[in-house]
């Protein structure tokens, strides 16, 4: 229980290290510097060891069933964290700038369909199992420009991460069982995305 404890807490921090990439984001506009800057939440994320759904998904193949339990409790924290930030910060004088621009972002979403915003959460998917595993493999400063430019891309080419967009939505104040559907497609395709490339690995297609 004490361990379970220490996943939900390191899940929630990880919630709060996304958020606060998509608060920069979100401050700037979505411009292409916020998009950089966003990288700042993965990059806490692995520099403290935090839990994290979308950089744990992808090593599902190399751990057994118990595992699994791991990824729903980081799941939870995740989300925990980013409703969570997304409360408080409304709270701010930032609060209402940040709710019309993710309101903005919620809605395109939203009016997108299901099968776009799952290949989309494929892709993101993709890019956070090669940041998270070049982070680990890469000995030298090249670890951390591996972060930034693989959350810029996924920024940039508009894929869906569905951590951030947890914290987008809160941000907008935005909840229905659509919003529900939708993050649950962000959620499957991310996975699908990740244990992709962890496969690749394991058959020896090295990333």
């Known amino acids: 229980m004490k361990e379970k404890f220490r996943i939900l807490l390191r899940a929630i921090l990880s919630g709060v290290m996304i958020s606060i990439g998509g608060c920069v ?12 800057l966003f990288g700042i939440g993965l990059f806490m994320i692995c520099v403290h060891g935090y839990n ?3 950089g744990k998904i992808g090593y599902l193949i190399d751990n057994k069933l118990g595992y699994i339990i791991e990824l729903i409790i980081t799941l939870l924290g995740n989300l925990i964290g980013t409703i ?39 892709f993101c998917g993709i890019l956070m199992y090669l940041a998270v595993s070049l982070f680990k493999k890469i000995n030298d400063f090249g670890k951390y420009v591996a972060v930034f430019i693989c959350v810029t891309v996924f920024i940039l080419c508009g894929f869906e991460h569905c951590v951030a967009n947890m914290f987008y939505f809160s941000a907008a104040k935005m909840f229905s069982w659509k919003v529900v559907l939708y993050l649950y497609v962000m959620i499957m395709g991310n996975s699908v995305g990740s244990i992709l490339v962890a496969l690749g690995n394991k058959l020896g297609l090295k990333f």
């Open 25 to 36: 984001y979100l401050m700037l506009d979505r411009s292409p510097l916020g998009a950089f």
């Open 84 to 122: 969570m930030c997304g409360y408080v910060l409304s709270l701010t004088r930032i609060g209402e700038t940040l709710n019309e621009r993710a309101s903005i972002i919620c809605n395109i979403k939203l009016n997108d369909s299901v099968l776009s915003i799952f290949i989309l959460s494929i």
């Open 52 to 54: 994290l759904y979308t």
